[in-house]
């Protein structure tokens, strides 16, 4: 048996302090990445909506669940349809974590639209989480006299929209091409409250993709004093307030038409869809979704949240991730039939009359 060596404790104490030091220094890189630095976060739409409100009260809460405790900004780039924001955060946005989207759901559904055109990529972005959202609601001002979606097959409807990949443009187009109602489309408003009120100045006479807890939470007495008419609703199931208002795809007359409209409708299920862009390195979109969850889960945030009447609803990153995919990939069959129903038609329903422009977006 060797000798027993005495070794200095001295040594031992230096040798413990320049690990403990080496381990402190690689410890936490993604709380040493983010400490100082300052997040964007992208909203594609304009102020005070409920997409705007719902950024600014996540960007409040969400740092302190951030290693490095980074702050967080949020900036409005509204246009295009949403694609204007989605574009910048494919292509413009630093590729580190320090850009988090905002952006409509039907996004990675515009995508499949356009197919090879497309100047972004859905199933590139890192997608943190979802904030939920209501049902999406098509109505009709209470002075036009129409109160149904029947009603709008024999009677012509003006609504509004930001741009032709906005559900306010899809949802009407679509319903126009396949059972031939008559919504005569003006797209190009510059966001979704000059659209609002564009019609209640009497400009347009209806809006479509309008989520039931954001006209809550925008316009409450819309519906309160029954100032609109809902025609229907976009989703996979009727909203609890709203159980004799018929989903969109229930309107359909045949089995094809329900096809396509249920692939239309499936893109509400992201709800308010949270993302950072591609190529942000593993740990630190571990640690953006991770921070997103415990956000949806603050009390003060689910606080000002219901005082706020933002309906929160949240889902988890990687099951966002999994409805995008499943967006992308959809049969190549249904996605023809859904491409049609983009289409921009020279004639819009049967009122013959052109979809116009503002021009801008």
Same mark, same amino acid.
């Given at each position: ?5 005495? #070794? ?20 936490? +890189? ?5 400490? *100082? ?75 499949? #639209?356009?197919?090879?055109?497309? &100047? ?19 109505? !009709?001002?209470?002075?036009? *006299? #129409?109160?149904?979606? &029947? ?62 807890? !954001?006209?809550? &939470?925008?316009? +409450? ?11 229907? &609703? ?18 359909? %007359? ?13 893109? #509400? ?56 995919? %499943?967006?992308?990939?959809?049969? !190549? ?12 038609? %020279? ?6 009359? %052109? ?7």
């Amino acid at each position: 048996m060797p000798p027993f060596k005495k #070794v200095s404790l001295g040594f031992v104490s230096a040798a413990a302090g320049v690990a403990f030091c080496f381990q402190a220094a690689i410890a936490d +890189p993604v709380e040493d990445f983010y400490k *100082g630095k300052t997040i964007t976060m992208i909203v594609s739409t304009g102020v005070g909506g409920v997409f705007d409100l719902t950024a600014r009260s996540v960007a409040r809460y969400m740092p302190k669940y951030l290693p490095g405790h980074p702050d967080i900004i949020v900036k409005n780039m509204p246009g295009a349809g949403h694609k204007r924001a989605t574009i910048y955060m494919y292509a413009r946005a630093a590729r580190d974590g320090t850009f988090i989207g905002l952006v409509n759901n039907g996004i990675p559904l515009q995508q499949v #639209v356009d197919g090879s055109s497309a &100047q972004y990529d859905a199933s590139k972005f890192n997608w943190i989480g979802s904030a939920g959202l209501s049902n999406l609601l098509t109505v !009709a001002w209470h002075t036009t *006299g #129409v109160r149904t979606v &029947q009603d709008v097959m024999t009677h012509e409807l003006v609504t509004g929209a930001t741009g032709i990949s906005s559900n306010g443009y899809i949802y009407p187009n679509a319903m126009n091409l396949l059972l031939g109602t008559r919504f005569t489309i003006v797209s190009g408003y510059a966001s979704s409250p000059e659209a609002d009120l564009a019609m209640e100045r009497g400009e347009i006479n209806a809006r479509a993709g309008f989520s039931l807890s !954001a006209i809550m &939470q925008e316009h +409450p007495g819309w519906i309160k004093d029954r100032k609109v008419n809902v025609l229907f &609703q976009t989703g996979m199931k009727r909203e609890a307030a709203l159980p004799n208002v018929p989903l969109m795809y229930e309107v359909a %007359k045949t089995p094809e038409q329900r096809e396509i409209l249920t692939l239309l409708s499936s893109a #509400v299920s992201l709800g308010r869809p949270f993302f950072t862009t591609p190529d942000v390195p593993k740990d630190r979109v571990d640690a953006l979704r991770k921070a997103f969850d415990a956000t949806m889960q603050d009390h003060d945030f689910v606080a000002e949240a219901q005082k706020l009447d933002l309906d929160i609803r949240p889902m988890a990153g990687s099951h966002l991730a999994q409805i995008v995919d %499943k967006t992308i990939h959809s049969p !190549a069959d249904i996605v023809e039939k859904v491409r049609a129903a983009y289409a921009s038609p %020279k004639k819009t329903g049967a009122s013959g009359a %052109k979809a116009e422009s503002h021009g801008k977006d």
